[in-house]
């Protein structure tokens, strides 16, 4: 069983950054990806990254936030910047099939 590990999140204003971190166990995975979930949306995605390098965003996050891995230490990364009040949800990462525990994160004045 691969134990994996959300780090990051927290209360930020509008126009910060946060950044999210996700530890595993073992980090043999093609497809890694962070999703978040709203308060009364679905869970969506937000960004994807290959271990050939192909990296993906869905466009509220193209521009503002990064997606990035680190083999080495075992860690997917998202950094968010220029957060707006609509980002607030529960981050989620995903390494197939296995999921985070989510981390909030709460933009607010």
């Known amino acids: 069983q691969v134990q994996v590990v959300e780090s990051g999140g927290g209360l930020v204003e509008p126009g910060g950054s946060l950044t999210l971190s996700c530890t595993a166990s073992?980090?043999?995975?093609?497809?890694m990806g962070w999703y978040r979930h709203a308060p009364g949306k679905q869970r969506e995605l937000v960004a994807t990254?290959?271990?050939?390098?192909?990296?993906n965003y869905v466009p509220f996050a193209k521009g503002r936030f990064t997606i990035a891995r680190d083999d080495a230490k075992k860690t997917l990364y998202l950094q968010m910047n220029n957060l707006k009040p609509g980002d607030t949800a529960v981050y989620y990462c995903?390494?197939?099939?296995?999921w985070g525990q989510g981390t909030q994160v709460t933009v607010t004045t």
């Open positions: 990254i290959a271990s050939w390098g192909i990296v």
């Open positions: 073992e980090f043999d995975f093609n497809v």
């Open positions: 995903k390494l197939p099939p296995y």
